[in-house]
């Protein structure tokens, strides 16, 4: 089945730790998105890529970084530099289409001890 | 004024109820729009597309107004299995995929 897989699920991260969260897809999409979305909250852009090599900044992109060396990966760094990471993020791809949707991974909730 | 804006809610509508939420836009250049389900704790998942000349899904209905800037969702004979909220999702042309997402409208359907 063509889809999109996150890992892990649920994530604990320590003081001045950096994390990694996996987003994987299988469904030959070009972009991929990642999304941060809070309690009671919209979902807020944190970067996006359009093709393999080359990704860009969104909204809320500070103590967040990425890479794009697959087209079928897209993992999101949490660095130590992002102050408030609790939250839900979420992981998407879609084509270039603008008629286009999206399709979402099952998330990854990332808790701070 | 927000690129994309939906009311919160929560609507608390009875079984068989018929509800409908609006959603506006501030970009009359948006080209393609969308209305995503986001059950608690889950990832959002596409509902349907809206069409200008509008649509149908079974019980579910959604209509564009490009003169008002604005999308419907209407759901009728509303089921338990409906609360979740429900996420309006816009996107400009001219080259532009990436979308605007509302904050969602909260839809609570109770016995």
């Known amino acids: 089945d063509g889809g999109i897989t996150q890992s892990p699920k649920y994530l604990f991260r320590k003081e001045g730790q950096n994390v990694t969260l996996s987003c994987e897809q299988n469904?030959?999409?070009?972009?991929m998105y990642w999304y941060r979305q809070d309690p009671g909250q919209g979902l807020r852009l944190i970067y996006y890529s359009q093709i393999v090599n080359d990704f860009q900044k969104g909204d809320i992109a500070e103590g967040y970084s990425v890479s794009r060396e697959k087209k079928e990966s897209f993992p999101l760094t949490v660095t130590s530099a992002q102050k408030n990471p609790t939250a839900f993020y979420l992981c998407?791809?879609?084509?270039?289409?603008?008629?286009?949707?999206?399709?979402f991974g099952p998330g990854t909730r990332l808790l701070v001890l | 004024r927000k690129e994309v804006e939906q009311d919160p809610g929560p609507f608390n509508v009875p079984e068989g109820a018929t509800v409908a939420f609006n959603c506006t836009y501030s970009?009359?250049?948006?080209?393609?729009f969308f209305w995503y389900r986001q059950d608690c704790r889950k990832e959002p998942k596409l509902l349907m597309s809206?069409?200008?000349s509008g649509n149908e899904d079974g019980r579910f209905t959604a209509q564009l107004n490009r003169a008002s800037q604005y999308i419907s969702l209407l759901i009728r004979d509303s089921k338990l299995s409906d609360s979740a909220t429900y996420l309006c999702?816009?996107?400009?042309?001219?080259?532009?995929?990436?979308?605007?997402f509302g904050r969602g409208t909260s839809l609570i359907v109770h016995p």
């Open positions: 809206v069409y200008s």
């Open positions: 999702v816009v996107k400009k042309g001219g080259g532009s995929y990436i979308p605007t």
């Open positions: 970009n009359s250049a948006s080209q393609s």
């Open positions: 998407a791809s879609s084509t270039r289409e603008y008629q286009e949707t999206q399709y």
């Open positions: 469904l030959n999409h070009d972009a």
